[in-house]
Nanobody
Framework: QVQLVESGGGLVQAGGSLRLSCAASKRTFSIYDMGWFRQAPGKEREFVAAISWSGGSTLYADSVKGRFTISRDNAKNTVYLQMNSLKPEDTAVYYC??????????????WGQGTQVTVSS
């Protein structure tokens, strides 16, 4: 079992930046792909970004390409999502996910509790 705890959400003006962090409890963190998903009110959860276990591959949703960057530090069991040029439509609860198929299938096996990101216009 992997426990994930997100942090870094908050309220920011359009055009601003936030960095989300996700700390994992398990020492075998480095074998898992990691990803970020989000869910806006009244909408289904959607994929945002993913990174392979080694950090060598990344994948982004078209809506965030060029604005968001996913990275990981396996020594700290932590994955990050740097979000720049934020837009009101980025407002959502952001969830961290871990699994063996996050990059290949955009599917997480373990989930965090989520952190709220609100972008004001």
């Amino acid at each position: 079992q992997v426990q994930l705890v997100e942090s870094g959400g908050g309220l920011v003006q359009a055009g601003g930046s936030l960095r989300l962090s996700c700390a994992a409890s398990k020492r075998t963190f480095s074998i898992y792909d990691m990803g970020w998903f989000r869910q806006a009110p009244g909408k289904e959860r959607e994929f945002v970004a993913a990174i392979s276990w080694s950090g060598g591959s990344t994948l982004y949703a078209d809506s965030v390409k060029g604005r968001f960057t996913i990275s990981r530090d396996n020594a700290k069991n932590t994955v990050y999502l740097q979000m720049n040029s934020l837009k009101p439509e980025d407002t959502a609860v952001y969830y961290c996910a871990a699994g063996l198929q996050v990059v290949a299938a955009k599917r997480g096996d373990y989930w965090g509790q989520g952190t709220q990101v609100t972008v004001s216009s």
